[in-house]
């Protein structure tokens, strides 16, 4: 199944697949909380991506429900401390290994997140909450934090037009 997967997709799929993300391609059983839902995001991802793969040192991912996209960073970058932050760590789930680091904290707040205190990140990936509110708070804090020439990623902007997301009705 792996090696029919390398032969498809590219590297950084194939590690969302191995890795239970919902970055990637596969279709997740039922009992993954992903439900069968997918993004397909990793095509896109390392296109742009793979020109730091190597010499990337600090990544940033906001959300991080199961881990399972942490680890498959942490194998992506193999140079990088990879670090998690999330309101809520109690679903993290298997071993993660020593580059990975989790903070707690609630995106919506500023002093939560300037407790990410590092300011030269090379990839910040904001997957977290999803309301506008979150995303906005999010990428005024951590934006600046970038390194020149970093990268910076916001996913899901499609539940902005959503209700139970946070839409306002004007």
């Keep these: ?36 839902f997918v993004h397909n995001y990793c095509d896109f991802y390392q296109a742009h991506l793979e020109p730091i793969r190597l010499s990337a040192r600090k990544v940033l991912e906001v ?26 760590l109690s679903q993290v789930q298997g071993e993660l290994g020593e580059r990975i680091i989790l903070k707690q904290g609630d995106q919506s707040k500023r002093e939560d997140l300037a407790a990410l205190s590092h300011t030269d990140w090379d990839l910040i990936v904001d997957d977290g909450g999803h309301t506008m509110e979150q995303q906005q ?8 934090k ?25």
Excluded: C, Q
């Design 1 to 36: 199944d792996e090696d029919k997967g390398a032969r498809i997709y590219g590297e950084l799929t194939r590690l969302a697949n191995k890795h239970r993300s919902d970055k990637g391609t596969m279709d997740h059983t039922h009992d993954s909380g992903w439900n069968g």
């Design 146 to 170: 970038l390194r020149p020439g970093g990268y910076y990623i916001l996913e899901d902007l499609f539940t902005s037009f959503f209700p139970e997301f946070g839409l306002e009705p004007d």
């Design 137 to 144: 708070v999010t990428l005024a804090a951590l934006f600046p």
């Design 63 to 88: 959300g991080v429900w199961f881990g399972g996209s942490l680890r498959m960073w942490r194998d992506y970058f193999p140079n990088a401390l990879i670090y998690g932050f999330d309101s809520d």
